[in-house]
Structures are given as structure tokens and as C-alpha cells.
């Protein structure tokens, strides 16, 4: 190794260990005396690279191993020091550890990796006040949906397997992508919830609504609107708020899209894109005529349940086979109706239906699959609307109309005219 790039690694390691250090001494600083400061952690890192060095130039993990269990031996005392004056947390001693391996990382040339773990390990100390309080606000339900979540993802995927059955439009049908999707929806859905969790319930109704879209705009829709019927007076916040849950669906297909078929995003970007646009503006709007009273905040239920991710699934694996049916037997007007239909129950199933048949070689034209999903979101709007006008009492009928025309209008409109 020439003497640059070796500069250069042990320069890495040494900013990496002061970084670290640095967050130590502010955070513990005026608060006793310090376990390990800037210039310690940067020893700590420094050591680990000077180990990994001794390890190559004698060929023998032995010096790494015993820097290891010197460092080791410093940290276990130090907490025994620190527990016998009443302090029994483990923060620091572990992060000190941790730029151990850091620096060694750097000497190996993992740099990337150990800029990405020091970055992390000085982000988890700092947000120390932040995690303890989101920790604090979350129920059991919360983490049993997490490892629920964490079950589909880790465990029931990868046995699952890649491939489809039969002959068309059975081969449409293959159970590891249909749960690629349940996954990715959860996923999109809990990201949404734990947001929400963060922000706190008493952020407004219009951010409520704004990133209630990333859990369940329908949810946030049916909430707001009846909630319109007894709160007349409240009309122009919920609207606010509808409107933004609308407008976040727009983006988050756009995202599912990218995912799943990054090449037909281009041929729905612009409708969705100007919807979405258009939501924006009246949102603007209706944030400036809101009322500035707006009561409570929309409750979201249990982030993750694997019954409706089950359901899901086979809804999802329902529409995929319907779809590819309709394309066969009937062209584009089926994919069309089929569109039309399936966003009456969840536009996310038919978005990914969509983008996975429009594929290449997936059976759909990639033309006729972008005005699909387009369609299938603006029925969804529609559907949303009836909600509001079924559900939601006059002053709120009145206040969500225009953007809902011009949403419609402009969606449906761009898809047929491009």
C-alpha cells in the first residue's frame, strides 16, 4: 500500500473517532467526569486501524485480537467504575467499541462502510432525548406490528417461491412478487404511521391529513368527512386536510411505480404529477382560509395487521390474474374497466398490477398500463369524493368540490391527450 492511501485511511479514522468523541464531550460535558472525550475516541479508532496494519504486516490476527481485548479490558473497567457510582448505561462504552471496528474498517479500505457506521453511531447518540420520547409514545400494538412486519419480510419471503403456474392468464400469477408487494405496502404504510407517531397527534389537521395519505387516504377521507357532518364550522381545515391526503396519494403511487417499473414512470409522471400540483394549490389555498381552531387530530389504528396483509395479497394476486384476463379477452377496454373496478377497493393493488404487467414481455402495452393506473387513481378520487358528499355535511361538500374537479380534469385528461 503506497504511504497516500495510507495517510489517507488512518486521516479517515481519525475523523471518524473525533466525530464520535466531539458528540461525547458535548453531550456529557458539565456532567462529571468523561469515559472517553474527542481525543479517546480518536485513539479508540486510531488503535483499531494500527491493529488491523499489525495484522497484514505479520500476517497474524494476534496484535488486532489483543488491541481488541486491551481496549476491552479499559471499557470493562470504566463501566465498573461508572456502575459503582450509580451510572449503569452502556451508551458509550459500546460506541467506544464500535470505533474500535471502525477504524480497523478504515485501514481495510471499507471506507464507505465505516463513514456510514460512524455517521450512525454519532446519529443515535445525539437523538438520544428524541428516541427515549418516540419510544415513550409507542404501545404494545406498535411493536407487535413491527415484528409482524418484521415476520413477513425476514421469514415468509425468501420461502416463497419465484415463479409462475400455468398458462395465461395464470402466468401472472407468481406468489414471491405478490408478496414483494404486500411488502412493500406495508412497508410504505407503516413508514406513514411511524411518522405520524413522531409528529404527535397535535400537529393540525392539515398535516394529519397530509401525511395520513402515506398510511390511508380513504381512512383519513371517511374520518374528516364525518367529522364534517358534526363540525360544520370546521369545514375548510378538513378539506385542508382530505385534500393533502389526496395529494400525498398521487405521490406515493409515483413511488410504488419507481419501484416496481421504473420505466413506465415517465408515461404517468405528468398527470399525476399536474393532479397532484393542483392539490397542492388548493391546499395552499384552504391553509389560508382554514379556521384557526382545529380540534383533535385524526387517530390512526394499528400500523400493521397480518390479516388485512394476507387479504391484501390476494386481492392483489386477484387482480393480477383478473387484469391479464381482460387484456387477453377483451384489450385495453378490459385493462381499463379492470382498472376502474379494482380502485374502488385499493388503488395500491392495482397500481402494482399495472406496473408489473407492464413489463416488458408482462403481456400489457406500457401506453395502455400508465393510462390504467392513472385511471385507477382517479376513480379512486372519485370513489373519495362520493365519501365526502355521502358522508360530509354541506359546508364540507362545498369546500372540497373544485379540487376535486380540477383533480379529475386533470388527471384523466393528461393521461388520453399524451
Given at each position: 500500500?503506497?504511504?497516500?492511501?495510507?495517510?489517507?485511511?488512518?486521516?479517515?479514522?481519525?475523523?471518524?473517532?473525533?466525530?464520535?468523541?466531539?458528540?461525547?464531550?458535548?453531550?456529557?460535558?458539565?456532567?462529571g467526569e468523561l469515559f472517553a472525550g474527542v481525543r479517546t475516541?480518536?485513539?479508540?479508532?486510531?488503535?483499531?486501524?494500527?491493529?488491523?496494519?499489525?495484522?497484514?504486516?505479520?500476517?497474524?490476527?494476534?496484535?488486532?485480537?489483543?488491541?481488541?481485548?486491551?481496549?476491552?479490558?479499559?471499557?470493562?473497567?470504566?463501566?465498573?467504575?461508572?456502575?459503582?457510582?450509580?451510572?449503569?448505561?452502556?451508551?458509550?462504552?459500546?460506541?467506544?467499541?464500535?470505533?474500535?471496528?471502525?477504524?480497523?474498517?478504515?485501514?481495510?479500505?471499507?471506507?464507505?462502510?465505516?463513514?456510514?457506521?460512524?455517521?450512525?453511531?454519532?446519529?443515535?447518540?445525539?437523538?438520544?432525548?428524541?428516541?427515549?420520547?418516540?419510544?415513550?409514545?409507542?404501545?404494545?400494538?406498535?411493536?407487535?406490528?413491527?415484528?409482524?412486519?418484521?415476520?413477513?419480510?425476514?421469514?415468509?419471503?425468501?420461502?416463497?417461491?419465484?415463479?409462475?403456474?400455468?398458462?395465461?392468464?395464470?402466468?401472472?400469477?407468481?406468489?414471491?412478487?405478490?408478496?414483494?408487494?404486500?411488502?412493500?405496502?406495508?412497508?410504505?404504510?407503516?413508514?406513514?404511521?411511524?411518522?405520524?407517531?413522531?409528529?404527535?397527534?397535535?400537529?393540525?389537521?392539515?398535516?394529519?391529513g397530509f401525511v395520513g395519505g402515506l398510511v390511508s387516504s380513504?381512512?383519513?377521507?371517511?374520518?374528516?368527512?364525518?367529522?364534517?357532518?358534526?363540525?360544520?364550522?370546521?369545514?375548510?381545515?378538513?378539506?385542508?386536510?382530505?385534500?393533502?391526503?389526496?395529494?400525498?396519494?398521487?405521490?406515493?403511487?409515483?413511488?410504488?411505480?419507481?419501484?416496481?417499473?421504473?420505466?413506465?414512470?415517465?408515461?404517468?409522471?405528468?398527470?399525476?404529477?399536474?393532479?397532484?400540483?393542483?392539490?397542492?394549490?388548493?391546499?395552499?389555498?384552504?391553509?389560508?382560509?382554514?379556521?384557526?381552531?382545529?380540534?383533535?387530530?385524526?387517530?390512526?389504528?394499528?400500523?400493521?395487521?397480518?390479516?388485512?396483509?394476507?387479504?391484501?395479497?390476494?386481492?392483489?394476486?386477484?387482480?393480477?390474474?383478473?387484469?391479464?384476463?381482460?387484456?387477453?379477452?377483451?384489450?385495453?377496454?378490459?385493462?381499463?374497466?379492470?382498472?376502474?373496478?379494482?380502485?374502488?377497493?385499493?388503488?395500491?393493488?392495482?397500481?402494482?398490477?399495472?406496473?408489473?404487467?407492464?413489463?416488458?414481455?408482462?403481456?400489457?402495452?406500457?401506453?395502455?398500463?400508465?393510462?390504467?393506473?392513472?385511471?385507477?387513481?382517479?376513480?379512486?378520487?372519485?370513489?373519495?369524493?362520493?365519501?365526502?358528499?355521502?358522508?360530509?355535511?354541506?359546508?364540507?361538500?362545498?369546500?372540497?368540490?373544485?379540487?376535486?374537479?380540477?383533480?379529475?380534469?386533470?388527471?384523466?385528461?393528461?393521461?388520453?391527450?399524451?
Open positions: 500500500m503506497d504511504p497516500a492511501t495510507l495517510f489517507y485511511r488512518f486521516g479517515l479514522a481519525l475523523v471518524i473517532g473525533g466525530l464520535v468523541g466531539l458528540q461525547r464531550e458535548h453531550a456529557e460535558g458539565g456532567k475516541f480518536a485513539l479508540f479508532s486510531l488503535s483499531g486501524a494500527a491493529g488491523a496494519l499489525l495484522a497484514d504486516v505479520l500476517a497474524s490476527p494476534w496484535p488486532f485480537l489483543v488491541l481488541l481485548a486491551l481496549v476491552g479490558l479499559l471499557i470493562t473497567v470504566s463501566h465498573g467504575i461508572s456502575a459503582w457510582r450509580g451510572a449503569v448505561g452502556v451508551t458509550t462504552e459500546m460506541a467506544a467499541l464500535l470505533t474500535f471496528v471502525v477504524g480497523a474498517l478504515c485501514y481495510r479500505g471499507m471506507l464507505e462502510l465505516a463513514a456510514a457506521l460512524g455517521v450512525t453511531v454519532t446519529v443515535l447518540l445525539s437523538f438520544k432525548g428524541e428516541l427515549r420520547r418516540f419510544a415513550q409514545r409507542l404501545t404494545q400494538a406498535d411493536i407487535l406490528a413491527a415484528l409482524k412486519l418484521a415476520v413477513i419480510t425476514a421469514i415468509v419471503l425468501p420461502l416463497l417461491p419465484n415463479r409462475t403456474f400455468g398458462a395465461p392468464p395464470w402466468d401472472a400469477f407468481n406468489p414471491y412478487r405478490v408478496w414483494v408487494m404486500v411488502v412493500l405496502v406495508s412497508g410504505v404504510g407503516f413508514a406513514g404511521y411511524v411518522l405520524m407517531k413522531r409528529l404527535g397527534p397535535g400537529k393540525g389537521i392539515g398535516l394529519t380513504t381512512a383519513v377521507t371517511l374520518s374528516f368527512a364525518q367529522r364534517g357532518r358534526r363540525e360544520a364550522g370546521l369545514a375548510r381545515a378538513l378539506a385542508l386536510g382530505i385534500v393533502a391526503a389526496w395529494t400525498v396519494m398521487f405521490g406515493r403511487m409515483l413511488v410504488v411505480v419507481s419501484v416496481v417499473n421504473v420505466a413506465l414512470l415517465p408515461r404517468i409522471a405528468l398527470p399525476m404529477a399536474v393532479a397532484g400540483a393542483v392539490g397542492s394549490v388548493y391546499s395552499l389555498v384552504l391553509l389560508r382560509a382554514a379556521a384557526r381552531g382545529e380540534g383533535g387530530a385524526l387517530e390512526v389504528e394499528a400500523p400493521f395487521e397480518l390479516g388485512p396483509a394476507v387479504r391484501f395479497g390476494l386481492l392483489y394476486a386477484a387482480i393480477l390474474v383478473a387484469a391479464r384476463a381482460a387484456h387477453l379477452y377483451l384489450g385495453d377496454l378490459g385493462v381499463y374497466l379492470s382498472s376502474v373496478v379494482a380502485a374502488v377497493a385499493d388503488v395500491d393493488a392495482i397500481t402494482l398490477t399495472m406496473a408489473e404487467l407492464g413489463r416488458t414481455g408482462g403481456g400489457v402495452d406500457p401506453v395502455t398500463a400508465g393510462r390504467a393506473i392513472v385511471v385507477a387513481a382517479m376513480a379512486n378520487t372519485a370513489v373519495k369524493g362520493g365519501m365526502v358528499v355521502v358522508l360530509g355535511g354541506r359546508s364540507l361538500r362545498r369546500a372540497i368540490a373544485p379540487a376535486l374537479a380540477a383533480m379529475l380534469v386533470a388527471g384523466v385528461g393528461l393521461a388520453f391527450l399524451l
